[in-house]
């Protein structure tokens, strides 16, 4: 009965960036952590743990979903990255 209640504490894991090897493509991954439907920007957290911004304007959509609207927190996201006037920036993302 202790192994029951010890087992209870422990938390569910959140979303995880998948392995290369789940998602054979040539896209980094990570996780759409914030998003703004407001100010038409968002977030991804890489697999490294950096943030990494992009604006609904300027980012380029593929896979099942076409708009940046149909984002949501905590999606897994393949995504490629560019350098703009703003600096380091999420110029595509891919959804699985």
Do not use: C, N
């Not at 038409?40 to 992009?54: E, Q």
């Not at 149909?70 to 995504?79: C, N, P, S, T």
């Not at 490629?80 to 703003?86: R, Y």
């Amino acid at each position: 009965m202790v192994e029951d209640d010890a087992k209870a504490d422990v938390p569910e894991p959140g979303p995880r960036t998948p392995d290369p090897d789940e998602q054979p493509d040539l896209y980094y991954h990570g996780i759409i952590r914030r998003l703004s439907s407001r100010k038409g920007t968002g977030v991804v957290r890489t697999a490294s743990g950096r943030d990494v911004r992009f604006s609904f304007q300027m980012v380029r959509m593929s896979g099942p979903f076409t708009s940046p609207k149909a984002l949501r927190e905590g999606m897994v996201v393949g995504y490629d990255l560019g350098w703009t006037s703003h600096g380091l920036r999420v110029t595509r993302i891919k959804t699985y």
